[in-house]
């Protein structure tokens, strides 16, 4: 039984779901991720633990609709139920002990993720300075969460429509420049994003941890498909990561691989929704099956 | 045995073997001789009383012939499939010195597909089990067969399986046209009827650690998790797109069902050249799937010659039926990637065989200045699989050996933590299924006189299973 409790649409296409995973939620810390499939003919997805409630027995996800996946998720109302649930998976990510000044620096969807570490380095008396970015303002959320557990945050759309007129990782560079002095930044978001903060980061000596998103099949080492380059050697994103230090990650490697199924993603979902209207797809090679 | 047409089946997922008619599993049964002192059941790691079983096809008794083969084989129409035959039981058969050995594993498989079109196990009712709790970590057949048997002796077992389904590689690895999946689904009900219960999508080391199985009542455990982490070969060009492991590209196929792109969500690349390195099981069902994708070529590389290759003779013998080209003292140096990262080619050297290893073996070495190009689209390392740590690096206090694998009791299957058992591929590496099974067995053994408070080395004791031949 994986139901799910609550269902809120955050933003358009952005849905934050409270699903009942006792278990899970007991061993859930941050950096932790579970896999997820909808239905018996649907792939395994891994989805970042985004917040989990020990007491409540849940976790909350937050999911982008953009395949076929993520889009029959968004179909699931309150009181339905996940085909499959894999989990607590990935490396926990210990808070620093207290004391330093981190930065949190999210790209789109990457504040959700991004949260529990946030929560954890705040609990732990660390000095938090939050960076939202987001391509415009009808993408951004948490905001409000994300302020209880920092002592500065700013908020940056690309094209002006709320906040500062920024990219996060520039936003970063001017926090630098102005005399902030961080002891570490923590990035989530799209390749570009991640790829611009570790550059301003480096630039400065200033260690940077990356979370890396590739596609993948087990969700534990089992099939190398999520296989990343840091510092020259292969890792395995899964059960090694999902968190590395980002001045050694291959960008440009990760961001070619992402694309590996773009088209086959795009037949997938244009399929899905010609189903929806009624046409039927047959396998060619075992039609028994 | 009878096979498919290899033109026609190299497009299709169903079953390459056809099996044996009743005639003609009697009249190969006639050609047993039913040796007094018989050589088969030596190479038979489980120990399955051969001749016997032979006999009773041989007198049209087949149910008593599907009664003494699951004495011994709770899988016997997996094993009758995917055993090394030619290795073990044919290979020591003595007619086998002259002529061709009595086909034992296709006679096998004969019996135990008689039996499930035939007899129906279902009406069959179990007796609830009752006695002490065990977890098996591990769905494929050493979790299963140590399952199975903890079970017909009353206790209550719990499978903890990582996938969302059954079976372990007898699902994600070994493709349709070689196992149905159908004969893995009725192997697995089998066990589910004894009473044992499979938990699903549980990463044992994650979700629980073995410490906290115990704490909450099972007092016994067997680690059954496979070798499960792929190896690559450390060549530059690995990480490009369009290199896949075994494992992944297996997986994506067989468990995902990516064959099946109209219906299924999982995704394959479709490749028109494959080179597919190694030469084992996993190389020619690599091979054979990618071909039954559509790629217009496939060949095996590999760096020694036909008389060294480890897979099954019989699979390669369909490969080639099929038209799988074989390259074969070669070895790979790099693979090549064009400006969107995307394979398009492979630079080998060629090899030759030297001096004998350890092992007796004739160690390749590579051929000066010899390099040459191998054109394709898609590579896929299937070197074999290595113990993948992420159990039991978070299981404290266990002993492995320098690669990692568990070390256990070869006749117990006892690890250094009271309690705590192991078998299959997670402790000898990537071995075979019939390994797997003979592994669990022992354990349940083993598990059953820890429970009861009996020493564990008291070997007459360990039902029928005589000691030397349990480290088969
Ligand atoms: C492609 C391929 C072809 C093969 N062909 C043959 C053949 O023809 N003949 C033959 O005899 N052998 C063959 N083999 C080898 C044979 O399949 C293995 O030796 C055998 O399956 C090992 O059994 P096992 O029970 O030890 O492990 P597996 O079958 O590997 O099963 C282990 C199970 O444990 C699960 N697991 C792993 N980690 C955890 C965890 N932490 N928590 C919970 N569950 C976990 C896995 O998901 C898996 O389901 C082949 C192997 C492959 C990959
Ligand atoms: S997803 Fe398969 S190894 Fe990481």
Redesign the interface.
């Not at chain 1, 395949?67 to 894999?86: H, N, P, Q, Y």
């Not at chain 2, 009353?154 to 349709?176: K, M, Q, S, W």
């Not at chain 2, 070798?227 to 997986?251: D, K």
């Not at chain 2, 019989?314 to 490969?319: L, R, V």
């Given at each position: 039984m994986i139901r799910i409790l609550t269902k809120k649409t955050l933003v358009p296409k952005i849905k934050e779901y409270v699903v009942e995973a006792p278990l899970i939620a007991r061993k859930a810390r941050p950096g932790n991720f579970v896999l997820v499939r909808v239905d018996p003919k649907g792939e395994r997805i891994p989805l970042t633990i985004a917040d989990s409630d020990n007491g409540q027995g849940t976790i909350t996800l937050v999911v982008q609709e953009i395949g076929k996946t993520t889009t029959m998720m968004g179909t699931l109302e309150e009181g339905a139920e996940l085909l499959d649930l894999v989990g607590p998976l990935g490396k926990d990510r210990e808070a620093p002990p207290g004391g330093q000044v981190i930065g949190f620096v999210s790209g789109g969807l990457g504040v959700a993720p991004m949260y529990p570490q946030t929560k954890a380095c705040y609990q732990a008396g660390n000095r938090v300075i939050s960076i939202l970015g987001a391509r415009n303002k009808d993408l951004l959320f948490w905001m409000d969460r994300i302020e209880a557990i920092s002592h500065e945050t700013y908020i940056a759309t690309d094209d002006g429509s709320f906040g500062i007129h920024a990219y996060a990782a520039q936003v970063l560079e001017d926090l630098i420049q102005k005399g902030t002095r961080f002891d570490e930044v923590i990035s989530i978001g799209p390749v570009p994003h991640m790829k611009a903060c570790t550059n301003v980061c480096k630039k400065h000596g200033i260690p940077v941890v990356v979370s890396l998103n590739p596609i993948m099949v087990d969700g534990t080492g089992m099939c190398g498909g999520c296989r990343v380059t840091v510092h020259g050697q292969t890792y395995y994103a899964c059960v090694d990561g999902p968190e590395f230090d980002g001045s050694g990650v291959d960008f440009d490697e990760l961001s070619a691989r992402q694309r590996t199924y773009l088209s086959f993603e795009a037949d997938s979902l244009l399929h899905y929704q010609e189903e929806m209207e009624g046409k039927k797809h047959q396998c060619a090679l075992n039609p028994a099956k | 045995m009878p096979a498919r047409e290899p033109k026609q089946r190299s497009?299709?997922?169903?079953e390459v073997a056809l099996g044996f008619g009743v005639d003609q599993a009697i009249e190969e049964a006639n050609r047993c001789l039913s040796c007094k002192k018989p050589k088969c059941v030596d190479g038979c790691p489980v120990m399955v009383d051969i001749p016997n079983f032979i006999e009773a096809v041989r007198n049209g008794n087949l149910s008593d012939a599907a009664h003494i083969l699951k004495e011994k084989n709770s899988l016997p129409a997996v094993c009758g499939r995917v055993c090394p035959q030619e290795n073990q039981c044919e290979g020591l058969c003595i007619i086998g010195k002259k002529h061709e050995p009595v086909a034992i594993g296709a006679l096998e498989r004969f019996v135990a597909d008689w039996e499930a079109a035939h007899i129906d196990g279902s009406s069959v009712v179990h007796p609830k089990p009752f006695g002490k709790k065990v977890a098996v970590i591990g769905c494929g057949p050493g979790g299963l067969t140590c399952a199975g048997d903890l079970a017909k002796m009353g206790y209550r077992v719990t499978i903890f399986e990582?996938?969302?389904d059954t079976g372990g590689v007898l699902r994600y690895g070994i493709p349709?046209f070689r196992l149905p999946k159908e004969i893995v689904d009725r192997e697995v009900n089998y066990v589910k009827s004894l009473g044992v219960e499979i938990e699903?999508?549980?990463?044992i080391g994650?979700?629980?650690t073995i410490a906290e199985l115990m704490e909450s009542g099972f007092e016994a455990v067997f680690i059954a998790v496979g070798a499960?982490?792929?190896v690559?070969m450390g060549i530059p060009g690995?990480?490009l797109?369009g290199v896949?492991?075994a494992?992944?590209f297996l997986?994506?196929v067989n468990l995902?069902?990516a064959?099946?792109?109209?219906?299924?969500?999982?995704?394959v690349?479709t490749a028109r050249k494959v080179a597919v390195i190694g030469a084992g099981n996993v190389a020619m069902d690599a091979a054979r799937v990618a071909l039954?994708l559509g790629a217009d070529e496939v060949t095996i590389v590999y760096r020694r010659t036909e008389a060294e290759m480890p897979a099954r003779l019989e699979e390669i013998h369909h490969a080639k039926e099929e038209g799988i080209q074989f390259q074969l003292l070669t070895n790979p140096k790099q693979i090549l990637g064009d400006d969107?990262?995307r394979v398009c080619g492979m630079e080998c050297i060629r090899m030759e065989l030297g001096d004998r290893d350890e092992g007796g073996r004739r160690r390749p070495v590579p051929i000066e200045d010899s390099e040459f190009k191998i054109d394709c689209d898609m590579v896929i390392p299937a070197l074999g699989n290595k113990a993948?740590?992420?159990l039991t690096r978070n299981t404290p206090g266990l002993e492995l050996n320098k690669w990692g694998n568990i070390i256990a009791d070869e006749k117990t299957g006892a690890t250094n933590i009271p309690g705590v058992f192991a078998g299959g591929d997670i402790v000898i590496g990537a071995a075979t299924v019939i390994e797997a099974m003979g592994a669990g067995k022992r354990a349940a053994f083993a598990i059953d006189r820890y429970l009861r408070g009996a020493s564990l080395d008291a070997e007459e004791e360990l039902s029928g299973l005589p000691a030397e031949k349990q480290g088969a």
């Amino acid at each position: 039984m994986i139901r799910i409790l609550t269902k809120k649409t955050l933003v358009p296409k952005i849905k934050e779901y409270v699903v009942e995973a006792p278990l899970i939620a007991r061993k859930a810390r941050p950096g932790n991720f579970v896999l997820v499939r909808v239905d018996p003919k649907g792939e395994r997805i891994p989805l970042t633990i985004a917040d989990s409630d020990n007491g409540q027995g849940t976790i909350t996800l937050v999911v982008q609709e953009i395949g076929k996946t993520t889009t029959m998720m968004g179909t699931l109302e309150e009181g339905a139920e996940l085909l499959d649930l894999v989990g607590p998976l990935g490396k926990d990510r210990e808070a620093p002990p207290g004391g330093q000044v981190i930065g949190f620096v999210s790209g789109g969807l990457g504040v959700a993720p991004m949260y529990p570490q946030t929560k954890a380095c705040y609990q732990a008396g660390n000095r938090v300075i939050s960076i939202l970015g987001a391509r415009n303002k009808d993408l951004l959320f948490w905001m409000d969460r994300i302020e209880a557990i920092s002592h500065e945050t700013y908020i940056a759309t690309d094209d002006g429509s709320f906040g500062i007129h920024a990219y996060a990782a520039q936003v970063l560079e001017d926090l630098i420049q102005k005399g902030t002095r961080f002891d570490e930044v923590i990035s989530i978001g799209p390749v570009p994003h991640m790829k611009a903060c570790t550059n301003v980061c480096k630039k400065h000596g200033i260690p940077v941890v990356v979370s890396l998103n590739p596609i993948m099949v087990d969700g534990t080492g089992m099939c190398g498909g999520c296989r990343v380059t840091v510092h020259g050697q292969t890792y395995y994103a899964c059960v090694d990561g999902p968190e590395f230090d980002g001045s050694g990650v291959d960008f440009d490697e990760l961001s070619a691989r992402q694309r590996t199924y773009l088209s086959f993603e795009a037949d997938s979902l244009l399929h899905y929704q010609e189903e929806m209207e009624g046409k039927k797809h047959q396998c060619a090679l075992n039609p028994a099956k | 045995m009878p096979a498919r047409e290899p033109k026609q089946r190299s497009h299709t997922f169903e079953e390459v073997a056809l099996g044996f008619g009743v005639d003609q599993a009697i009249e190969e049964a006639n050609r047993c001789l039913s040796c007094k002192k018989p050589k088969c059941v030596d190479g038979c790691p489980v120990m399955v009383d051969i001749p016997n079983f032979i006999e009773a096809v041989r007198n049209g008794n087949l149910s008593d012939a599907a009664h003494i083969l699951k004495e011994k084989n709770s899988l016997p129409a997996v094993c009758g499939r995917v055993c090394p035959q030619e290795n073990q039981c044919e290979g020591l058969c003595i007619i086998g010195k002259k002529h061709e050995p009595v086909a034992i594993g296709a006679l096998e498989r004969f019996v135990a597909d008689w039996e499930a079109a035939h007899i129906d196990g279902s009406s069959v009712v179990h007796p609830k089990p009752f006695g002490k709790k065990v977890a098996v970590i591990g769905c494929g057949p050493g979790g299963l067969t140590c399952a199975g048997d903890l079970a017909k002796m009353g206790y209550r077992v719990t499978i903890f399986e990582a996938f969302h389904d059954t079976g372990g590689v007898l699902r994600y690895g070994i493709p349709e046209f070689r196992l149905p999946k159908e004969i893995v689904d009725r192997e697995v009900n089998y066990v589910k009827s004894l009473g044992v219960e499979i938990e699903l999508n549980m990463v044992i080391g994650k979700i629980h650690t073995i410490a906290e199985l115990m704490e909450s009542g099972f007092e016994a455990v067997f680690i059954a998790v496979g070798a499960g982490a792929p190896v690559f070969m450390g060549i530059p060009g690995e990480n490009l797109i369009g290199v896949y492991s075994a494992n992944e590209f297996l997986t994506r196929v067989n468990l995902m069902k990516a064959y099946c792109m109209e219906e299924y969500d999982t995704p394959v690349i479709t490749a028109r050249k494959v080179a597919v390195i190694g030469a084992g099981n996993v190389a020619m069902d690599a091979a054979r799937v990618a071909l039954r994708l559509g790629a217009d070529e496939v060949t095996i590389v590999y760096r020694r010659t036909e008389a060294e290759m480890p897979a099954r003779l019989e699979e390669i013998h369909h490969a080639k039926e099929e038209g799988i080209q074989f390259q074969l003292l070669t070895n790979p140096k790099q693979i090549l990637g064009d400006d969107k990262n995307r394979v398009c080619g492979m630079e080998c050297i060629r090899m030759e065989l030297g001096d004998r290893d350890e092992g007796g073996r004739r160690r390749p070495v590579p051929i000066e200045d010899s390099e040459f190009k191998i054109d394709c689209d898609m590579v896929i390392p299937a070197l074999g699989n290595k113990a993948n740590p992420l159990l039991t690096r978070n299981t404290p206090g266990l002993e492995l050996n320098k690669w990692g694998n568990i070390i256990a009791d070869e006749k117990t299957g006892a690890t250094n933590i009271p309690g705590v058992f192991a078998g299959g591929d997670i402790v000898i590496g990537a071995a075979t299924v019939i390994e797997a099974m003979g592994a669990g067995k022992r354990a349940a053994f083993a598990i059953d006189r820890y429970l009861r408070g009996a020493s564990l080395d008291a070997e007459e004791e360990l039902s029928g299973l005589p000691a030397e031949k349990q480290g088969a």
